[in-house]
Structure formats: structure tokens, C-alpha cells
């Protein structure tokens, strides 16, 4: 599996972003799929993941109620709507895929290549 993250952009404190991740082939439907993020010297996050059919959905508390991650397994595509940003939400999002869902992040297979979202105050 392939993944190709978008969507990153400058945006002011309390502005919206929706970032989307395309995947290749034609499992994507089987995976699990996560949104990561990572800020200059700071460890990887995690901050949303999604089964494989869209019925279950985990957030970490820092986003809750603000960010929410959806999938369509017609597209191979997994957003991630992120609403009310701060400026602690500015880092590097990454999607990634599993076999399981799951919030840990050494159980993602495939990772794409990030996509640098700023909030500015």
C-alpha cells in the first residue's frame, strides 16, 4: 500500500483543515487507517485512527471533539477534518495503515510521506 498525504497549509488559530490520504491498490478496504503528527523535537503522535468499514474510531484527547477522521473505500481515501485548530495542533501529519486498529503506532505497516500543517495565533 502506497499513501499520499494532502491537505497541510498555513491556517490562523481557530481556522479549519481537511487533510486526505490516498492510497494505491486495492486493499485498502482491509486496512485500519491512522493519522499520526510530529512537531520538531518532539516524539510521533497519535491522533486518530479508523477501521476498516468506518465503524469505529479512536481519538487522542487532545483532538477530541474537534478533529474528525473518515474514510470512503470507493475513493482508497481517508481524511481527517480538523476544526477549531491551535497553535499546538502545527506539525508534521502523517496517514499510515494497519492490519489491526489500533492507536500504537509500531503496528502501522505503511506510512506516506507527510504533510506540514501550521496554525498560527
Known amino acids: 500500500v502506497q499513501l499520499q498525504a494532502s491537505g497541510g497549509g498555513l491556517v490562523q488559530a481557530g481556522g479549519s483543515l481537511r487533510l486526505s490520504c490516498a492510497a494505491s491498490?486495492?486493499?485498502?478496504?482491509?486496512?485500519?487507517m491512522g493519522w499520526f503528527r510530529q512537531a520538531p523535537g518532539k516524539e510521533r503522535e497519535f491522533v486518530a485512527s479508523?477501521?476498516?468499514?468506518?465503524?469505529?474510531?479512536y481519538y487522542a484527547d487532545s483532538v477530541k471533539g474537534r478533529f474528525t477522521i473518515s474514510r470512503d473505500n470507493r475513493k482508497n481515501t481517508v481524511y481527517l477534518q480538523m476544526n477549531s485548530l491551535k497553535p499546538e495542533d502545527t506539525s508534521v501529519y502523517y496517514c499510515?495503515?494497519?492490519?489491526?486498529?489500533?492507536?500504537?503506532?509500531?503496528?502501522?505497516?505503511?506510512w506516506g510521506q507527510g504533510t506540514q500543517v501550521t496554525v498560527s495565533s
Open positions: 479508523i477501521n476498516w468499514n468506518g465503524g469505529s474510531t
Open positions: 491498490g486495492r486493499t485498502f478496504s482491509s486496512y485500519a
Open positions: 499510515a495503515a494497519a492490519k489491526i486498529h489500533t492507536p500504537a503506532g509500531e503496528n502501522y505497516d505503511y
